[in-house]
């Protein structure tokens, strides 16, 4: 399935965010792959982040997450950066779908 989400960063933390996002730790890209994700594409416009994603079940990789070793030192990081923090609660469905040139 693809997903597409939307965050948003803080003011002044652009930089920084790519920074970070210049090298994924190892043990994260693992646990992302382990999860179901085959592929994920971040675009910023200004301080607004879309990310596109591909999962095989976008709720049950959220669900394996939440608590992953590699993922909460790495949600605890993007909560400085982005303007609402994630619970990784597996509820959200992502962005609503409104048209595709299939």
Do not use: C
Not at 49 to 72: G, I, K, T
Request: hydrophobic share 40%.
């Amino acid at each position: 399935m693809r997903v597409a989400l939307h965050t948003r960063l803080k003011p002044g933390r652009e930089a920084e965010y790519e920074k970070v996002h210049a090298v994924i730790p190892r043990d994260l890209e693992v646990a992302l792959r382990d999860a179901g994700v085959s592929s994920w594409a971040i675009y910023r416009d200004g301080l607004d982040l879309f990310h596109v994603l591909e999962v095989a079940d976008y709720q049950a990789m959220r669900h394996a997450l939440r608590d992953h070793p590699a993922n909460v030192p790495w949600q605890r990081r993007m909560a400085e950066l982005l303007e609402v923090e994630d619970d990784y609660s597996g509820t959200d469905t992502g962005l609503k779908l409104v048209w595709e040139l299939s």
